[in-house]
């Protein structure tokens, strides 16, 4: 293939984008345009494609060339392809990679939450999730549990950064999202209006006494509603449990009275999403 280049040299600036610069950098670097992301291992790579996402060049091991990227360069082929040994992209690229291949692609501009949210009736909202690891797990168990959409807070963290991405196991590519707007008014207020008009109930995920258990009968039937997550230690801000419809409590034994914003989020999902199964 004509558009396999071997890395020889580290200061190359076309290699910027995998070894200088830092994810924020990436997402910004076109502006006022939609910048770069980077997306890793094979399988989080195809399922970007298949989302229709832009694949501007690969850093790769030269035995993912015939091996597991083959499939993915044939489809690119006129995409520049930048190999060298692991130990040497490890050292470029400052981390190990997941099964040796990258690829830089072009972001996309987000759609309004109107956009997102058209015929949905189980939506995920994540307020100030900043764990990229955290966001990436619960769009997968977005996508595996019966959530059509995920809106984001500001402060959360970006689910195209590679880590987020990479849990996710491309998933960030197939679920539906976007972000609240910038402006400090933004959430919760103008959100949680924003999702009433649009008919959703909204169900805030918090341990209080003052709430139903996640089974309640009168939440499960309700046909357009949206769950909503707060951040890794604090959980939601008593603002926006105040303006909810519903305060949403997971029963719990051995004394356990909280889990992790991921794992909530998987078992809120299965219970809540079985209505839009059947």
């Not at 997402?27 to 494609?49: D, T, W």
């Not at 972001?107 to 997102?116: A, M, Q």
């Not at 303006?243 to 809540?272: E, R």
Request: net charge negative.
């Amino acid at each position: 293939m004509s558009n396999i280049i071997e890395i020889t040299d580290f200061t190359a600036p076309e290699l910027d984008i995998y070894a200088r610069l830092s994810e924020n950098q990436l997402a910004h670097v076109y502006e006022p345009q939609a910048g770069l992301f980077i997306a890793e291992s094979p399988n989080v790579v195809e399922r970007a494609l298949n989302a229709g996402y832009e694949p501007v060049s690969f850093l790769l091991e030269p035995k993912h060339i015939n091996g597991e990227a083959k499939r993915l360069l044939e489809r690119c082929p006129d995409v520049p392809v930048y190999t060298a040994a692991l130990d040497v992209l490890t050292k470029l690229t400052g981390f190990a990679l997941t099964r040796g291949v990258l690829c830089a692609m072009r972001r996309r501009n987000l759609p309004t939450i109107e956009s997102v949210c058209a015929g949905a009736r189980r939506i995920a909202v994540l307020e100030n999730v900043m764990n990229p690891t955290n966001v990436g797990a619960i769009f997968r168990s977005a996508a595996a549990l019966n959530m059509d959409a995920v809106l984001l807070t500001p402060a959360c963290s970006d689910p195209l950064y590679r880590r987020a991405s990479r849990v996710s196991m491309g998933t960030v590519f197939q679920v539906p999202w976007t972000y609240f707007g910038k402006k400090s008014t933004s959430w919760p207020e103008q959100g949680i209006a924003d999702l009433k008009a649009m008919g959703f109930k909204t169900a805030a995920m918090a341990l209080s006494d003052n709430s139903v258990s996640i089974d309640d009968p009168a939440l499960m039937a309700e046909e357009k509603l949206a769950i909503i997550l707060g951040t890794e230690g604090d959980g939601l801000a008593e603002t926006t449990i105040a303006d909810c419809d519903y305060t949403v409590k997971i029963p719990m034994t051995h004394g356990v009275d909280s889990l992790n914003v991921a794992a909530a989020s998987a078992v809120a999902f299965w219970q809540l999403g079985k209505k839009q199964a059947k």
